[in-house]
């Protein structure tokens, strides 16, 4: 089997145990071309090519030896705020630089124990509180497609060293669209989990231990095929550090295994964030398609208030992402980072002075939602809805609520791409981001399959489906 960089990791995993190629001469691959594209993207915060090396060396020893961890020898990436013993975890926050944590984090410690090599990890913005990955610690990354345009965010280091070629697998978090928006805007697939199917505690400086009060926020895959997305899934999920004593994690199956037996829904447009021209006739063509495979297709929602769900998701997010800090401090970061547009000022506001009580009660109402949800997955598979209101937009600087985006020549509050990444985010659903084509000015376009919870091989399904039929990953010109 001829490998090359844009080889899937499951096609690099067979070559590995057929010895067709060696580790060593895999991670030499990808640290080539890290060499030759890295220094245009800046997709890499941390590189550790000798840690890969080694690593690649033992890997080969044990396969010589007859040893078969399920991913021993391949080399991939994690995100920088990835909790990993003796490497740097800032979340590019400049008072976090030098913080090296002493141990590795539950999914980290998983994929050593799996056998994979580090190449590094990733870029990212500020707190993690971005759709780029412009870090005042490590310096802004550029999307492969166009380096004036940003990768995404947060995760968005991942992103472009998936779409050049540079990294075959990748783990990112999210909690405001952190693994999908970047998988859309680069082309490549994403899995928000379901919340509580991958462990969510290691993935931001110093807290480090799993939290119940934290809601919404988890780490997931990102990778250029559904097979590999599905394969590091697999991987990682399972219970937090020290429920794993004793619970185990059996998901079901996926509901089908041909898109015509789909009941596939379609996301209508909300609350005031019009997706492009491009997205739109991107969208039309989908739905199209699937209904011509005799999927049932019908723009429907579940019965609840849009706008009071959104609502409910902007006042959660302000409450858990400034845990521990101050109520000045966490009106500084609310003004810089949800302030634009009046609904969300509104609900940023009254995050701010939630009481216990509120929040309680808040969480409660997120339950109810998720009642909701599981009566309309009855009769509906999956939900289907763009993953932003567009392709990639160019690098932005300022404060985030001064920011705007430029939507068919018309702007919009930066902050409204937050609208379709939520949809899944409150209330803890998986939803799987696919490639979509390009539109005219050559960029990708990206959508979601949104399923019931607990039900994440339901829209990894779907994806790979039509990664076969009607869409799949294409590599960006020139790498």
Known sequence: MSINHFSTATEMLTALRNKDISSSELTE?????????????????????????????????????????????????????????GLPQTAGIIEFKGYLPPADGKLAGTLFDAGIGLLGKTNIPIALGDWQADSPVYGRTNNPWDLSCTPGGSTGGGGAALASGMTPLEIGSDIGG???????????????PSETAIPKSGSFPLADLPNPAFLMGVQGPLARSVD?????FNEVKGPDIFEDVAWKLKLPKARHTKLQDFRVAVLPPFINTPISSAMSTRQEELVSFLSKQGAKVEVIAPEFDMEKYFHDYIRLLQVVTTLGLSQAERKAQADEILSSGTYLAEASASGLTMSAQDYLMLVTTRQAYAQIWQ??????????GPMSLDSAFPHQTGSLQDRTLLIDNHEVPYSSNIAYPMVSILCGLPSTAFPGGLDGQGLPLGFQAIGPYLEDHTTLQFAGLLEEAWHSFQAPPGY
Request: proline content about 2%; overall charge neutral.
């Open 375 to 384: 009566s309309f997955f009855k009769d509906w598979d999956v939900l289907i």
């Open 228 to 232: 590999d997305l599905t394969l590091l």
């Open 29 to 85: 691959l990808h640290i080539e071309k890290i060499e030759e594209h890295d220094e245009k993207l800046n997709a890499f915060a941390v590189k550790t090519f000798d840690r890969a090396r080694a690593s690649a060396k033992l890997a080969d020893q044990k396969i010589s030896a007859g040893e078969k961890g399920s991913l021993l020898g391949l080399p991939m990436t994690l995100k920088e705020s990835t909790l990993t013993a």
């Open 178 to 192: 952190s693994i999908r928006v970047p998988a859309a805007f680069c082309g490549v697939y994403g899995h928000r």
